[in-house]
């Protein structure tokens, strides 16, 4: 019977310092730049999901895309972000 109380102790307390590490460890996550990154998308998601029609921020996405597509085109045509961003700079100057 001792044995079986001692397997149980055992049990219980590897569960808990199973179940401890791995809340530090979420927290941890949830603390750095991408857990905090991770966090604002699932809220965002939620908001959209909950109170903005899907075609409306389909389309905001998808100009957002094609926007970095072409400063990403340019950027490797001109050499670099800093080029173009000077140029842009110097256009509305």
Do not use: C, H, P
Request: avoid cysteine; glycine fraction near 8%.
């Amino acid at each position: 019977m001792t044995n079986g109380d001692i397997l149980e102790q055992v049990r219980e307390a590897s569960v808990n310092d199973y179940f401890s590490s791995a809340d530090e460890e979420l927290d941890k996550y949830l603390d750095s730049i991408e857990g905090r990154v991770a966090q604002f998308q699932n809220r965002l998601q939620e908001l959209i999901s909950t109170t903005i029609d899907s075609s409306w921020i389909k389309g905001i996405v998808d100009f957002g895309t094609k926007a970095i597509e072409v400063i990403t085109s340019l950027a490797d045509a001109f050499g670099g972000l800093n080029m173009i961003l000077g140029t842009v700079a110097g256009a509305f100057a």
